[in-house]
Each structure stands twice: as structure tokens, then as C-alpha cells.
T-cell receptor
Framework: DQQVKQNSPSLSVQEGRISILNCDYT??????FLWYKKYPAEGPTFLISISSIKDKNEDGRFTVFLNKSAKHLSLHIVPSQPGDSAVYFCAATWGNEKLTFGTGTRLTIIP | GAVVSQHPSWVICKSGTSVKIECRSL??????MFWYRQFPKQSLMLMAT?????????EQGVEKDKFLINHASLTLSTLTVTSAHPEDSSFYICSARTFGTGRQYFGPGTRLTVT
């Protein structure tokens, strides 16, 4: 039962353009969502998060949008840079309990 | 701040032996630590949650007698893979969290190869 889904396993974006990564969830109890970036053979690093009481959170080049009615969130990276090439995981939690991760999207930024 | 380390970063062991992986929070006290496993090109799968001073809570399907977790202090948790088999070969990642926050800080991971 995959409660958090990232339906695009991979995405290629031209450098300087916007990268949009999508994530859907099924559990309406989730109240906190996070995005992590991961390089091969390394642990995930935290990027940005959003609480369910908000619909947008912005941090530099990264913006996360949350649509609770659609149970959908997205991560926007603009402008995309070569160093952004990595696997991105969205994760969800509720009640400060364990994280449930999506399956990841491999982002490749084309110079 | 919020640095989590793991040791070793890479280990090869023979089938039937046991391997211990350490997870340390270097600059904060981790009331809760989590152990994940990641297979190639797959998501991170939570194995167990451990709170300092108490027994770990294992996810369904994870053998607690095979994957021994000890969280003896607020800065250290260990995962011991007992009687390792080739199918235990994987990338093991720990994370740590301070009480009252939802954010987890991840270690760099440990690559285990069982021959």
C-alpha cells in the first residue's frame, strides 16, 4: 500500500528552466510534508517542508505547493542548476511520527 | 548543525556473520532514531523506530531477531544484522529526530555487501 506516490520516476530539464516534481498521497491524516534530495550512496538531505495549514512555502529557488483537496504536492525549482541533478523524495508524516517516503524522481538537469 | 554520522560507510562480510552499524547524532540529542533500508532504485523503507532507553518498534515484515536495534543513549543507536545472508545486502540509512519536531536528519548511509 503505497501511501505516497511519485508517478514520474525520472525528469529531464534544461538548465535555467523550471523543474516541477510531483507527489500524491492517499492518507488524509498526513499533516506535514517534506522534500529530500539524495545523491547515490549518500543519505537524503532535507530541502523544504510544508505544514498542512499552508498551501505554499518558499525557500530560495525551492517552492513547495500543497493542494489538500487533491492530496497533491509539488516541488518547484527555479532556475534549475546542474547541481540539482539528484533523486528527489517526497515524504509525509502526521503527529510527528514516522515518515512515509515516495518512490523518488530522478531529476537530470541538462546543461 | 544537525549532523548525523554512520559507521562504517561500507562493509563486506561473509554469509553467517554479524555486522554492527552505528548511527550517531553529533551536535544534538536524538530522542528518536529511525533505521531505513533502500534497495537499488527504490524508496526508503522504514525498518524500525527506536526511542532512547526503550525497545525498538519494528515495521511489519522486519525480523526483530535478525535486525537488532539498540538506542542506549541520546546520541547513539546501533543496528546489528545477525547471521547475515546475501539478501541482506543493501544500503542502510539511519535518521535522528529531536522530541517535538517532525524533521528527521539523515546519516550518510552504510552499504552492506554479504558474500
Amino acid at each position: 500500500d503505497q501511501q505516497v506516490k511519485q508517478n514520474s520516476p525520472s525528469l529531464s530539464v534544461q538548465e535555467g528552466r523550471i523543474s516541477i516534481l510531483n507527489c500524491d498521497y492517499t492518507n488524509s491524516m498526513f499533516d506535514y510534508f517534506l522534500w529530500y534530495k539524495k545523491y547515490p550512496a549518500e543519505g537524503p538531505t532535507f530541502l523544504i517542508s510544508i505544514s498542512s495549514i499552508k498551501d505554499k512555502n518558499e525557500d530560495g529557488r525551492f517552492t513547495v505547493f500543497l493542494n489538500k483537496s487533491a492530496k497533491h504536492l509539488s516541488l518547484h525549482i527555479v532556475p534549475s542548476q546542474p547541481g540539482d541533478s539528484a533523486v528527489y523524495f517526497c515524504a509525509a508524516t502526521w503527529g510527528n511520527e514516522k515518515l512515509t517516503f515516495g518512490t523518488g524522481t530522478r531529476l537530470t538537469i541538462i546543461p | 548543525g544537525a549532523v548525523v554520522s554512520q559507521h562504517p560507510s561500507w562493509v563486506i562480510c561473509k554469509s553467517g556473520t554479524s555486522v554492527k552499524i552505528e548511527c550517531r547524532s553529533l551536535d544534538f540529542q536524538a530522542t528518536t532514531m529511525f533505521w531505513y533500508r533502500q534497495f537499488p532504485k527504490q524508496s526508503l523503507m522504514l525498518m524500525a523506530t527506536s526511542n532512547e532507553g526503550s525497545k525498538a518498534t519494528y515495521e511489519q515484515g522486519v525480523e526483530k531477531d535478525k535486525f537488532l536495534i539498540n538506542h542506549a543513549s541520546l546520541t547513539l543507536s546501533t543496528l546489528t544484522v545477525t547471521s547475515a545472508h546475501p539478501e541482506d545486502s543493501s544500503f542502510y540509512i539511519c535518521s535522528a529526530r529531536t522530541f517535538g519536531t517532525g524533521r528527521q536528519y539523515f546519516g550518510p548511509g552504510t552499504r552492506l555487501t554479504v558474500t
